[in-house]
């Protein structure tokens, strides 16, 4: 019974306080019931993004791990929205088939032997259209933008949060002491120094105290569970970032050496021309 009736009373305390309350507690009040408000929708809203977010990246690496072609996701056209991962990956995969089509570097497919494995080895020598180095670095660039999108993204609306830890209680006691100062200063006036006269207005201003408090602990616990899992988030993003760019680097860069890349190309435009009067010369026999 006892359980039942605290919370009545409380509720009435609540009630008879805020009745009471002077003008500046009502506003208050009022200003911290707003950033209540704005508290618990960032905190509905950021919980469904990260839960979305975690879920969606889960099976996005479960995806990607099981290619070799770090452009097969694209190839195949399937989406993972809400991971951040995917977004980074979708930029970086128009950006490389933008160079790929705008400025392709053709390359000799090289002679593959077979290793057991290396599988990325094999896909690297087959493939013959690839970019060059300096088209490669503006691909690092767009996806060095795409993870920083992604972590403003994830920390988009934290700072109400914040606000709400650092300011709720403060906010409360601000209206605390306004309302109390004003208490005494009207018992002053009146000359009445009782426990009556004092109880309406104390229990009025203390009211602001408690809404402060009741905005800041639910803010404080849902901002400290949701830093740890957007740095959670970051983490994993920045090292997949590195790992695809190292991938892509690999299979779709050309990173012949320069004596490579030479002979490559008077191979392909007159190489027979040439190579024929040195093997002639070569056959005349020296007296």
């Known amino acids: 019974m006892t359980f039942i009736t ?39 809203t950021k919980f469904r993004q990260l839960h979305i977010a975690r879920r969606a990246s889960k099976k996005f690496y479960s995806a990607y791990s099981a290619t070799r072609d770090p452009m097969d996701i694209k190839k195949r056209g399937e989406e993972f929205e809400g991971a951040p991962a995917w977004e980074l990956y979708d930029r970086g995969a128009e950006e490389i088939l933008y160079h790929l089509k705008n400025n392709p570097v053709q390359v000799q497919p090289a002679v593959i032997q077979s290793t057991g494995d290396g599988h990325t080895d094999h896909l690297a020598r087959a493939i013959t259209t690839k970019v060059s180095p300096s088209s490669f670095e503006a691909v690092k660039v767009v996806l060095e933008e795409a993870a920083a999108a992604q972590a403003m993204s994830l920390e988009k609306g934290m700072i109400v949060l914040s606000t709400a830890v650092a300011g709720g209680p403060f906010i409360g006691l601000l209206g605390t002491v306004w309302g109390v100062m004003s208490t005494f200063a009207g018992i002053a006036e009146k000359n009445q120094a009782s426990l009556t006269a004092m109880a309406p207005g104390v229990a009025a201003a203390l009211v602001a105290t408690v809404t402060g408090l009741l905005v800041a602990i639910p803010a404080m616990f849902a901002y400290n569970f949701m830093v740890t ?20 680097e690999h299979t779709y860069v050309d990173n012949r050496d320069i004596e490579e890349k030479i002979a490559g190309a008077l191979k392909r435009s007159d190489g027979p021309s040439i190579g024929a009067p040195a093997a002639a010369r070569l056959a005349v026999p020296q007296s």
Do not use: C
């Open 229 to 248: 899992t957007i740095r959670h988030v970051t983490q994993e993003l920045d090292g997949y970032a590195t790992r695809y760019a190292n991938q892509l």
């Open 6 to 44: 605290q919370p009545m009373l409380a509720a009435n305390a609540a009630v008879y306080a805020i009745e009471n309350a002077t003008t500046e507690g009502k506003i208050t009040v009022g200003v911290l019931f707003l950033l209540s408000m704005f508290s618990w929708t960032i905190i509905i």
